[in-house]
């Protein structure tokens, strides 16, 4: 019951956090309405594509299709990265335009390819993680453990929820300018946190040298390897022992960020 | 971007399988209940070796280590292999991150 309640909601947490943050930013910036269907959309959608990979990730026992997966679940992860980092800079541009000219003229081209993103981030996001969530309900199902399942499983899914309302929330309470500034830096770091997993697995699995490894070992402040050191690991892309192809990787991705931010600066 | 971006990832993967095609040292790990079996793992430092991770049940296992940079789902009764790069001389963390509580163990290498 309570490691339920706690995979369920790390699980679930991170999908809830960018659906939160992303439904702040167009309560204050979108009056239309429309992004927030998007977004609803995306979520629906990820949800699917959950069952679907889960399933996917259940029939697969040879290596070859395993293989397939990993490269599967290595794009989703660069995928995602890449276009939570665009939509960022695409919020930054649009709140920048819509403070100045109150969203009367935003192009409309503009806007429905924004929530396009909006939409896809979400799908994503609720997709990832959605299927280790599929299959691990669906191991506890077959222990026949039924109370603990609907019980730890549903706080686990509230809790989340609960966590990343409390962020909507008090994001939201912000001046408009704080809280578009706070949302991005949080987006950022967790698209940050997808690529480093991403650079990690592709080095996992034989695709990158990982150069020298470990560059350095910080175990002894953060342990990577404990359960909330973990947690910290998984939302920062903190690693205690990184690679240096990791490394790079990491300050290659913040260099491009900077270097984009500073394009769209108001 | 995108697809140059999926073409590298499927490049690097045709790669890899045409690697993986050949014989390794088999090591085997039991995942059961939430335990890790063995918990310490003896293997050959700067030897490429493949790992068969059975996970027994009841429930869903992860194996995970970011050390080790691998991370592996699995259902309850299914057996997959993950093969391992050559480490240098130390001792590697790995968990079972569907049970974090219990599911600890390490691999030697040595």
Redesign the interface.
């Known amino acids: 019951m309570g490691n339920a309640f706690f995979v369920v909601w790390r699980e679930s947490l991170e999908a809830f956090l960018i659906a939160g943050i992303l439904y702040a930013w167009l309560q204050g910036n979108d009056s239309s309405g429309r992004g927030k269907h998007a977004l609803y959309a995306g979520l629906a959608a990820g949800a699917g594509l959950a069952l679907l990979l889960g399933w996917a990730l259940l029939s697969v026992q040879d290596e070859l299709t395993g293989n397939a997966l990993e490269a599967f679940q290595i794009g989703t992860l660069l995928v995602a990265a890449g276009l939570i980092t665009q939509m960022v800079l695409w919020m930054r541009k649009n709140g920048r335009q819509m403070k100045a000219r109150l969203h009367a003229d935003l192009s409309a081209a503009a806007e429905k390819s924004g929530f396009v993103g909006v939409a896809v981030v979400a799908a994503l996001a609720v997709a990832r993680e959605g299927a280790e969530t599929v299959i691990f309900l669906y191991g506890m199902s077959q222990e026949g453990d039924y109370s603990a399942l609907i019980g730890g499983a549903l706080a686990g899914f509230a809790a989340a929820g609960a966590t990343a309302w409390l962020a909507a929330k008090s994001l939201a309470r912000l001046n408009i300018a704080l809280l578009l500034r706070l949302s991005s830096i949080l987006l950022l770091v967790l698209a940050s946190a997808l690529f480093v997993a991403a650079i990690d697995r592709l080095i996992g699995a034989g695709w990158l040298p990982p150069m020298l490894d470990p560059v350095w070992d910080t175990s002894l402040l953060i342990d990577d390897t404990t359960k909330a050191g973990k947690l910290v690991a998984d939302f920062s892309g903190y690693r205690a022992r990184p690679a240096l192809t990791t490394l790079l990787a990491w300050a290659a991705y913040w260099l491009l960020v900077v270097i984009g931010y500073r394009r769209t600066r108001p | 971007?995108?697809h140059a971006?999926?073409s590298v990832?499927?490049g690097?993967?045709l790669?890899?399988?045409a690697?993986?095609a050949d014989d390794l040292p088999t090591y085997k790990l039991l995942m059961k209940d939430?335990r890790i079996v063995p918990e310490m793992l003896e293997v050959p430092a700067n030897t490429r070796f493949r790992l068969e991770v059975k996970n027994e049940?009841?429930?869903?296992?992860?194996f995970e280590?970011?050390?080790?940079?691998?991370?592996l789902?699995l259902?309850?009764g299914?057996?997959?292999?993950l093969?391992f790069?050559p480490m240098k001389p130390g001792t590697y963390?790995f968990?079972d991150?569907?049970?974090?509580?219990t599911g600890?163990g390490r691999i030697v290498a040595k």
């Open positions: 971007m995108k971006l999926h990832v499927f690097l993967f790669a890899s399988t690697a993986i939430g049940g009841p429930g869903a296992a992860e280590s970011l050390e080790l940079k691998k991370e789902v259902a309850p299914v057996t997959r292999s093969v790069f963390k968990f991150d569907f049970h974090p509580e600890q």
